[in-house]
């Protein structure tokens, strides 16, 4: 996972988010391939560059992607089964032609890479859309609802934000995008009670976030669950040494001295 790491690190501007999404998919499908999928999204970017009249019109650009991607391509958004981890991989979406706001928008936002087109993705709470932005044209898109074009106010609601707040139309770094990326792929891993792949995407986040507590305590209450003890003191200590007056530090105490007992026996 050397590309998404190097993005969760460094955030550079260069990165590929193409590379680092497949790398999150591996995940769930160990050993996946990426080129097959560099090679569809290549041939998707081709395609809708055939339609396009004219690559200096922003208009036409983002009526022409919505007509292809989710017109005759039939991307769609899939609410039949929102928490289904195959939504969250980029593998699964350019196959199965559904996802979830986020991977529909890096889906969307590397075929416009590869054409040159400016567009950003928007991490809205609640959801996520896209902007293309040319300097002449812009808009807001939703590819979860078909790629349509939205305004500001549209975003808002989505957000369901009850102020105008500019703010929530601040454009994501491509850090930021997988780290909501692989919180939707932990969240979905806890609802499944799958432990093990919850904790690799929590190995992840402390990449990108090793400065948050929460995120320790959380992998250390796992480690327990899957009898991965030394890991959990490791992960519980570090919690109480970044946040040394935590509310549940007593009972974070008692964890430690418990895994301390088990340990000793097992030695």
């Known amino acids: 996972m050397n ?9 550079p501007p260069q990165g590929r988010l193409d590379h680092a999404a497949l790398e999150l998919a591996s995940i769930d499908t160990p050993g996946l391939d990426p080129a097959p999928f560099l090679d569809q999204l290549n041939a998707m970017a081709s395609g809708l560059g055939d339609r ?15 007509r292809y991607l989710f017109g005759e391509l039939g991307f769609r958004g899939n609410q039949e089964d929102f928490f289904d981890p195959r939504n969250s991989c ?14 529909l928008s890096v889906l969307y936002m590397e075929i416009a890479r590869r054409l040159q087109m400016p567009v950003y993705g928007i991490s809205l709470p609640r959801h996520f859309v896209i902007q293309f932005d040319d300097g002449n044209y812009s808009t807001f898109i939703d590819p979860y609802n078909g790629g349509k074009a ?6 808002f609601a989505l ?9 929530l139309l601040r454009r994501a770094s491509k850090k930021d995008i997988v780290i909501r990326m692989l919180q939707n792929l932990r969240g979905v891993y806890l609802r499944r009670s799958d432990w093990a792949r919850t904790v690799q995407t929590l190995d992840l986040l402390l990449v990108g976030a090793p400065e948050v507590a929460g995120l320790y305590k959380q992998r250390g209450l796992l480690q327990i669950e899957l009898r991965h003890m030394q890991a959990a003191r490791t992960d519980l200590e570090r919690y109480l040494a970044l946040e040394p007056d935590a509310a549940d530090r007593d009972d974070v105490r008692k964890q430690i001295q418990a895994i301390h007992g088990w340990l000793g026996r097992v030695n």
């Open 3 to 11: 590309h998404l790491r190097y993005l969760l690190e460094e955030d």
């Open 52 to 66: 396009m009249r004219n690559f200096n019109d922003g208009r036409d650009f983002v009526e022409t992607a919505q």
């Open 150 to 155: 939205i305004t500001a106010h549209e975003c």
């Open 90 to 103: 980029l593998n699964q979406v350019l196959e199965r032609r559904t996802g979830i706001p986020i991977t």
């Open 159 to 167: 957000a369901g934000a009850e102020v105008a707040d500019p703010v």
